[in-house]
């Protein structure tokens, strides 16, 4: 049973960046894709950025697309998503999840972390 775990969040300025970390156990990572999601109060949860099992294929959600950037150690199981020019729009919880079978799909995902809050205020 795969099991992941969200970390690196925090409270940062607007402008700043932060990485978020996704470590994985129980299973390798290099046959899933992976996905980071985010849920702001009173808000649904969003997709915002996917990467495919190897090869490695990208896609964000136009919110996050130039200031995110999502990868991948296999090596290391864990997943990372670098979040630069943060603004407070981007305070959330972040998840990470991942679905058996090389290719994203926002909506197929079937394991899921805990979540890591990110605040962006000044």
């Known amino acids: 049973q795969l099991q992941l775990v969200e970390s690196g969040g925090g409270l940062v300025q607007p402008g700043g960046s932060l990485r978020l970390s996704c470590a994985a156990s129980?299973?390798?990572?290099?046959?899933?894709?992976i996905g980071w999601f985010r849920q702001a109060p009173g808000k649904e949860r969003e997709g915002i950025a996917c990467?495919?099992?190897?090869?490695?294929?990208?896609n964000y959600a136009d919110s996050v697309k130039g200031r995110f950037t999502i990868s991948r150690d296999n090596a290391k199981n864990t997943a990372y998503l670098q979040m630069n020019s943060l603004k407070p729009e981007d305070t959330a919880v972040y998840y990470c999840a991942a679905k058996y079978g090389v290719v994203c799909d926002f909506s197929a995902m079937n394991y899921w972390g805990k979540g890591t809050l990110v605040t962006v205020s000044s």
């Open positions: 129980g299973n390798s990572l290099n046959y899933y894709a």
């Open positions: 990467i495919n099992g190897i090869g490695g294929s990208t």
